[in-house]
């Protein structure tokens, strides 16, 4: 009885072969330079008018709207009803946007120089790559070189190591 459990561990372990074990090692850099980015919204012309006890002989309004030029405001003749009684009045004019048919293009550093903008607008001129690099090597872990404004220098290295697989 002895005999059999001594030999029982040797059955039940097995040995492991080279084919079992997996090594590996994965280098990886990625570089990025943010594009130059425009957002623009055209603000329309608008007219408005509104009161109480009051009398409207010529009204207002906006003349001249068109895509080449803004519109202009006309003069309305606006008179109180009833001498000495309480009157409100409000006029409020919103001049818009002319039309921007083209944009400038982009200068040799990938910017736009002078953007074409509305009245809502934002802007972000992009990144710059300056000195931004990256270099992956036999020998070592990935590195890499910070650029000027806007790039992104990520540099990876992975270590896998399998065994019985």
Do not use: C, W
Not at 137 to 145: D, I, M, N, R
């Amino acid at each position: 009885m002895r005999r059999a459990l001594l030999l029982l561990p040797f059955f039940v372990m097995s040995s492991v072969s080279a084919s079992e074990i997996t090594s590996r090692i994965t280098d990886s850099v990625q570089l990025t330079v943010d594009g130059p980015m425009v957002q623009s919204t055209r603000v329309g012309s608008s007219y408005n008018v509104s009161g109480s006890n009051i009398s409207v002989t010529h009204l207002g309004g906006l003349t001249g709207s068109s895509t080449t030029a803004p519109a202009t405001i006309s003069a309305g003749t606006y008179a109180i009803d009833d001498d000495g009684a309480a009157f409100t009045f409000s006029e409020s004019q919103t001049v818009g946007d002319v039309a921007v048919t083209t944009q400038s293009s982009l200068s040799s550093g990938g910017r736009i120089d002078t953007p074409n903008i509305y009245s809502n607008s934002s802007q972000y001129q992009g990144g710059t790559p300056g000195s931004l690099a990256g270099t992956v090597s036999l020998t070592g872990a990935p590195t890499v070189t910070a650029g000027g404004a806007g790039p992104t220098a990520i540099g990876q290295r992975t270590v896998e190591l399998s065994v019985f697989k």
